[in-house]
């Protein structure tokens, strides 16, 4: 189905979808073109210490997945760890030989504050990503380096400017070369095989309507180095689509989870696979799509495409993205609003001033 054609089709849900995340979901190639372009530079003028021995990306919700896409890109290449962090506080472990990257696309995210104010406090090398908020006043105030990403946008669907924003920073820090430059590169490959990857989230999507529809939530099941595709895809229907959905890891899920399809279940699978799976891989994956057809689950396979990690990695990102949203299309709901998310910050806010503690 050509785009236009699959535009047409949903053309009687765009009113529900109140802040075009659709469209958003689908420049995702040229947004990153955008990003790559905008942050090339900071390659040579952020002022970072040089070899750290890890960087930690410390950000919640749609602010992690930066970090959670940024170490499975460069899971293989670089020789220095990076750690996402999703907590309140920081690791006794890092010290000021690290480096900690506080990514908060409000600026205003209690968790990630309190991260930045317990590394002033232990004098760790910080750089800030974000579109404002305290966090930016912060940066500002404590001479932080400030990487800003563009307003506006929902945290989730500001994910091109953090894949791109990130690896930027972590290239002015040496841990890798030429990143940006792949980005670009994967940014032209994803315009290329728009079609392909729109039919792919047209068919993921209505796939997990009709499991929805017959009482089935779906597990998704990764592996590194494509973990963060799996978890965004999960995250995504939760918060585009108001459902739930569940992430499970391979190999981990080999050792326990696995064992939960002997008794009575009200779930489906989502396999995330990829080209060139290394034998210990491949053959995992295969036990468990012959494991799910025996006890009769229901189940699909998305294959990731491309030519390097990057875009693979990128190609199961845009389908996800688009899959979540035409999954809430057909189900009538908007998109864009978090309104539980919403009710829990108002809620936090009313108890817990993280300004008055700086």
Request: proline share 6%; hydrophobic share 45%.
């Amino acid at each position: 189905m050509r785009i236009e054609e699959l535009l047409a089709l949903y053309a009687s849900h765009a009113a529900v979808d109140s802040q075009e995340m659709l469209a958003r979901a689908l420049s995702l190639p040229a947004d990153i073109r955008d990003g790559s372009e905008r942050y090339s530079t900071l390659v040579d003028e952020l002022p970072l210490p040089r070899d750290p021995e890890s960087v930690i990306v410390a950000g919640m919700g749609g602010s992690f997945i930066g970090g959670l896409f940024l170490q499975d890109a460069l899971y293989e290449e670089s020789s220095k760890m990076i750690i996402p962090l999703r907590e309140t506080g920081l690791p006794g472990s890092v010290n000021e030989r690290h480096l900690l990257v506080a990514v908060s696309y409000s600026g205003n995210t209690e968790e990630t504050l309190r991260v930045v104010l317990e590394a002033r406090r232990r004098r760790i090398p910080t750089v800030a990503v974000t579109s404002g908020g305290l966090l930016a006043k912060l940066a500002t105030e404590w001479k932080i380096p400030l990487v800003e990403v563009p307003s506006g946008l929902k945290p989730r669907a500001a994910f091109p400017y953090m894949c791109t924003a990130l690896p930027a920073v972590v290239e002015a820090a040496g841990l890798v070369d030429g990143l940006m430059l792949k980005l670009k590169e994967a940014a032209g490959f994803l315009e290329n095989v728009k079609q392909e990857v729109l039919d792919a989230g047209n068919s993921l999507a209505r796939w997990l309507f009709e499991q929805y529809e017959a009482g089935n939530f779906p597990v998704v099941y990764s592996y590194r180095p494509f973990l963060s595709a799996g978890y965004r895809l999960k995250t995504q229907i939760n918060e585009n689509a108001k459902l739930h959905a569940f992430f499970s890891e391979i190999p981990e899920a080999n050792h326990n989870e696995i064992m939960g399809w002997e008794g009575p279940f009200r779930f489906s699978a989502v396999i995330v696979r990829a080209p060139g799976e290394p034998p210990y891989v491949y053959h995992r994956m295969e036990f468990l799509r012959e494991l799910l057809r025996g006890r009769g689950v229901k189940h699909v396979e998305v294959h990731a495409i491309g030519e390097n990690q990057l875009q693979k990695l990128l190609s199961l990102f845009y389908a996800f993205d688009i899959a979540s949203i035409l999954l809430a299309l057909l189900r009538g709901t908007d998109p864009a609003p978090t309104a539980t998310i919403d009710s829990l910050k108002k809620y936090l806010e009313e108890r817990i001033d993280i300004s008055r503690e700086i």
